[in-house]
């Protein structure tokens, strides 16, 4: 194997060699994909990759690029074939005339890896990304803290079914799993799937705007570097069976399973604030009434 901390420099990333992982280490820079921002780094352990190739590029490139093993990482397993081959986190875009170089390191790491047929792995082997996480949608403000997701609806995009429900808490140890669907893609969203929905004859709305465990995307709202990393995160929580894991020195709190109801946490100011504002957009349009405006306002200032 290449020599431990070895380091093959690319466009956008730089790809450190270890001896039982990759550490992907992506820059920051107005044109680095904001995926690839958001991520900051990742350490892919070698039993997670199934493959490597190296092919030919864009405009005088090569490309290298990891195929990691079905299951083993939360990020890719959420995204789902939607990624854009700019923003895949496995690939490694190098100038032709490192071609040499790069096919040195493809065979040491061929070397490394199990055998071709190994299949599927049991759990996550790369770790998701870090809580907690937040991100707007075109219909609600999404916020996950490792132990439970929280959907906020926004008066101005959500559908009277979503207004009708209230906002909504999910604790992890209900969900079975997320169906993210890329908001470059027509009628993009992040649905929660519960327990109860993973199991014969489960049910749940035909679209996203009409589901209270989901949000939609549009019109900038959900971007790929916001909604597919939190996506991912909910995912491994919800898989493992457990909360998902908090940075260093964030305490975890109870175990999956033991809590039965989820405490309500306060709210953020600023999520008040933006929420008071759309509130006040309906009343001068004439869709809320002085009554409904002052009673609704009062109950969003108590929530502070």
């Known amino acids: 194997m290449a020599r431990m901390g070895d380091v093959l420099a690319?466009?956008?990333?730089?790809?450190?060699?270890e001896s039982d992982s990759v550490l992907i280490r992506f820059e920051r820079g107005i044109r680095t994909p904001k995926l690839f921002q958001?991520?900051?780094e990742r350490r892919i352990p070698l039993?997670?990759?199934?493959s490597v190739t190296l092919t030919p590029g864009k405009r005088g490139t090569v490309v290298l690029r990891a195929e990691p093993r079905p299951g083993a990482d939360p990020l890719m397993e959420a995204a789902a074939g939607q990624l854009r081959d700019v923003c895949d986190p496995y690939r490694l875009v190098l100038p032709a005339e490192r071609e040499t170089l790069a096919e040195y390191y493809a065979d040491e790491l061929r070397a490394m890896l199990g055998p071709p047929d190994a299949g599927p792995v049991e759990r996550y082997l790369v770790r998701a990304p870090?809580?907690?996480l937040q991100f707007k949608a075109y219909d609600g403000k999404a916020s996950f803290d490792g132990k439970s997701v929280a959907?906020?609806?926004f008066w101005t995009g959500a559908s009277s079914a979503k207004w009708k429900a209230g906002d909504q808490t999910f604790a992890v140890a209900d969900l079975c799993g997320v169906e993210w669907?890329?908001?470059e893609i027509f009628e993009g969203h992040l649905r929660l799937v519960r327990r109860e929905e993973g199991g014969p004859g489960g049910a749940r709305p035909g679209q996203a705007d009409q589901d209270p465990a989901a949000v939609v995307f549009g019109l900038g709202y959900g971007p790929v570097h916001e909604s597919l990393p939190f996506a991912a995160a909910v995912l491994s929580a919800a898989r493992s069976g457990g909360p998902a894991v908090l940075?260093?020195?964030v305490a975890s709190g109870p175990a999956a399973g033991a809590v039965a109801v989820v405490p309500r946490a306060r709210r953020d100011p600023a999520d008040i604030a933006e929420r008071i504002?759309?509130?006040g957009e309906l009343h001068e349009a004439g869709l809320v009434t002085d009554d409904e405006f002052s009673v609704k306002k009062a109950e969003l200032l108590a929530e502070l």
């Open 47 to 50: 039993d997670a990759i199934a």
């Open 130 to 132: 870090e809580t907690p």
């Open 38 to 40: 958001a991520l900051g």
């Open 10 to 17: 690319g466009f956008h990333a730089a790809w450190e060699f």
């Open 151 to 153: 959907f906020r609806w």
């Open 247 to 249: 940075p260093e020195g």
């Open 277 to 279: 504002r759309h509130l």
């Open 181 to 183: 669907r890329s908001p």
